[in-house]
């Protein structure tokens, strides 16, 4: 899915279809996937073995509460040093809770309760809740935070909440107030009751919680990596099925994408993004960001998928694959459109070995615009990548603005950190007769290690081969 973005395995054979994958990576998925039937018609009607019927993501109602827990010990202390913040103050409540309410275990709020965060100076980080009495035993439960300080119904939590700061003095006060809707939770109502609670001079100190929300939600756990490097597999793999299914001058996109959806909820997991436009599945010229259209599948025809999946309702993935249709007679592709895919191959390693720690997005952007500007491309106007994760369109460096030579700026100047996780693409895009462009994008996802980029999954090789006929 792009930013203002795109991307790679062909399956094992199957009607002619082009191949190169691993014999390890082929068990992995075959223990975690369920094949199913496609549609009549439209769709070819190979049906496969079913190898396990096991959800690839059981239910787990302690997964989540895990990671959470670990996140706020290991990783919010340093990122609020980095944001400069001394104390960070959540205000949560049902119906218009905080978006960042999940992450701190404030997600079943009932009445205003106040989520506080306090850096030591030494670097250890104390937390604490303050609940109404009639929730704040339920919450002591299960909260993933140091302690939860119970008041009688009726209480003002403001004043609780100054109670806490008060003799605590922290200079910077971070509040969920933000023009990034993500870090942009406090109500303007509240924020007046708040400051009324505080006085003036702890009002002084209320700074927007922007960047320690960026700096915290961009890395991610070891395990929360596991999970979308298995995601990522079988993203893939669910493409790579759909395009075994097309009957070219049968298939229309629309059929690709149902057949897509069905397989999620065979497998327990939902969209990565917006229904509506998951999976985008194009055969024809370029459309950005869509639904599926009921464009037939003809032979000569590049077809791209874009597509994600949320996992534990959680974690998501952004992955495009590319195919070709052969003409009859074809037994590859031809060579302008061969060109074209190593063209785009060559931007995304270009990209993937600029990804290191302390590297800006920016610079990644510039490494395969570099690219682009080589091999004749016409102009592109999205950005090489995203970060990804719990959104398809996450937190954090954004690998992109070096369009045109500008200098970088907001998110593309941020730096990489280790645990950070993008989706990129490799880019090349032509004009075609009718006066459309057509771009290839092949989109990847990666983690950064202290080492450089790492493939969540092997990056796509080849053009997925689909036969006529």
Known sequence: MRTGERGGMPRPESRGRSTSRSATQ??????????????????????????????????????????????????????????????????????????????????????????????????TLETLAISPETEATALSEVTPLDSVRSVPRGTSIYEAV????????????????????????????????????????LSRRLVSSEE?????????????????????????????????????????DTDVARYLKRRMAELGVIDGWAPDQNPNV??????????????VIQPGDIIQTDFG???????????????YVLRPGETEAPRDVQTWWDNARRGSRAAFSAMRPGVTG???DRAQREVLTETGSIPIIWSTGHPVGYWAHDLGPRLGGA??????????????????????DGFFGWPQEDGSTKTISVEEMVVITENGAEWLVPPQEELVLIPSG
């Open 26 to 123: 082929t068990l992995l998925l075959a223990a975690v996937l369920v094949m199913g039937v496609a549609p009549a018609c439209t769709m070819s009607d190979r049906t496969d073995t079913v190898i396990t019927a096991d959800l690839p993501f059981p239910e787990d109602p302690t997964l989540w509460p895990r990671i959470r827990q670990d996140r706020i010990r290991t990783l919010l202390a340093p990122a609020m040093e980095r944001a400069d913040i001394d104390a960070w103050v959540v205000l949560a409540r049902e119906n218009a809770n905080d978006p960042i309410a999940a992450h701190i275990g404030a997600e079943n709020a009932g009445g205003l309760a106040a989520f506080l965060f306090f850096l030591g100076s030494d670097g």
């Open 162 to 201: 100054r109670e806490e700061l008060e003799p605590r003095q922290p200079e910077r006060i971070g509040i969920n107030s933000s023009t990034r809707n993500v870090a942009d939770g406090l109500s303007w109502t509240q924020r007046q009751a708040l400051e009324r609670a505080l006085g003036p001079s």
């Open 212 to 252: 320690l929300v960026i700096e915290w939600l961009s890395v991610k756990l070891p395990a929360e990596v596991d999970i979308m490097r298995r995601a990522a597999a079988i993203t893939e793999q669910l493409e790579l099925e759909a395009y075994e299914r097309v009957v070219p001058g049968q298939t229309t």
């Open 282 to 295: 194009n055969s024809g010229p370029d459309r950005g960001h869509s639904h599926a259209t009921d464009k």
């Open 309 to 323: 999946i949320k996992a534990h309702d959680v974690w998501v993935t952004d992955i495009q694959r590319f195919a």
């Open 362 to 364: 920016w610079d990644v």
């Open 403 to 424: 369009a045109g030579g500008t200098p970088a700026s907001g998110d593309a100047a941020r730096p990489l950190r280790e645990g950070q996780t993008f989706a990129f």
